[in-house]
C-alpha cells in the first residue's frame, strides 16, 4: 500500500508540489494501465491537496469530454468542449484557474459546494486527451503556483501510462 507523507511543512507552495511530483512518481511507477493511474492520481490529489471536495479527470470521447476516474461527489458525466471550465481549457489548449467560478460565464455546477476550480489539459503528442480538474469550496484557492504544479503532476501521469 502506497501512503502519502502528508501535508507537510515545508518552505514553499513549490517545494510541496516538487514533494508531490516525487511521491506520484513512486505511486505511479509499477503501473502502465493510464485508467488505473488516473485512478490513484484522483484519490493521491484529493488527500495531497488542502482544500479540495473533487479531484478527477474528463477524457476526450467522441468529440466531448466525458468523465472518467475521480474522487468526489457524483459529478457531471459529458461536457461539451468550449463549456464551462473544463470544456474552455479544451478549447483554449490551456490550464485555467478559476478564483470564483460563480462568476465563470458558463459555469457548470455539478456540486453547489464549490467555489474555485482549476483545470488542466492533459496533452500528448500535441493532442488533447482530456483534462485534470480540482474543485474547491473555498474562493480564491488556486493560483499560479497550482497551475504550474498540476501540470507537472499531468505530465507524470502522461508519462507513466500507455496512451489510452
Same mark, same amino acid.
Given at each position: 500500500?502506497?501512503?502519502?507523507?502528508?501535508?507537510?511543512?515545508?518552505?514553499?507552495?513549490?517545494?510541496r508540489?516538487?514533494? #508531490?511530483?516525487?511521491?506520484?512518481?513512486?505511486?505511479?511507477? %509499477?503501473?502502465?494501465?493510464?485508467i488505473?493511474?488516473?485512478?490513484n492520481?484522483?484519490?493521491?490529489?484529493?488527500?495531497?491537496?488542502?482544500?479540495?471536495?473533487?479531484?478527477?479527470?474528463?477524457?476526450?470521447?467522441?468529440?466531448?469530454?466525458? #468523465?472518467?476516474?475521480?474522487? %468526489?461527489?457524483?459529478?457531471?458525466?459529458?461536457?461539451?468542449?468550449?463549456?464551462?471550465?473544463?470544456?474552455?481549457?479544451?478549447?483554449?489548449?490551456?490550464?485555467?484557474?478559476?478564483?470564483?467560478?460563480?462568476?465563470?460565464?458558463?459555469?457548470?455546477?455539478?456540486?453547489?459546494?464549490?467555489?474555485?476550480?482549476?483545470?488542466?489539459?492533459?496533452?500528448?503528442?500535441?493532442?488533447?486527451?482530456?483534462?485534470?480538474?480540482?474543485?474547491?469550496?473555498? #474562493?480564491?484557492?488556486?493560483?499560479?503556483?497550482?497551475? #504550474?504544479?498540476?501540470?507537472?503532476?499531468?505530465?507524470?501521469?502522461?508519462?507513466?501510462?500507455?496512451?489510452?
Amino acid at each position: 500500500m502506497f501512503e502519502l507523507s502528508g501535508q507537510t511543512n515545508t518552505a514553499s507552495k513549490a517545494d510541496r508540489y516538487r514533494e #508531490l511530483a516525487s511521491e506520484l512518481e513512486a505511486l505511479l511507477g %509499477g503501473e502502465r494501465d493510464f485508467i488505473a493511474n488516473a485512478s490513484n492520481t484522483a484519490s493521491f490529489l484529493l488527500y495531497g491537496l488542502p482544500e479540495l471536495n473533487w479531484a478527477g479527470f474528463y477524457l476526450m470521447r467522441g468529440g466531448e469530454l466525458v #468523465l472518467g476516474p475521480f474522487q %468526489g461527489k457524483p459529478a457531471c458525466v459529458r461536457i461539451p468542449v468550449g463549456r464551462g471550465v473544463c470544456g474552455t481549457a479544451v478549447s483554449k489548449r490551456m490550464s485555467i484557474v478559476v478564483p470564483d467560478v460563480h462568476a465563470f460565464p458558463g459555469h457548470i455546477a455539478c456540486d453547489s459546494a464549490s467555489n474555485s476550480e482549476l483545470v488542466t489539459p492533459l496533452v500528448r503528442d500535441g493532442q488533447i486527451l482530456g483534462v485534470l480538474d480540482l474543485d474547491s469550496p473555498q #474562493l480564491n484557492r488556486f493560483d499560479d503556483e497550482d497551475k #504550474l504544479g498540476c501540470e507537472v503532476l499531468t505530465q507524470i501521469l502522461l508519462r507513466r501510462s500507455d496512451p489510452f
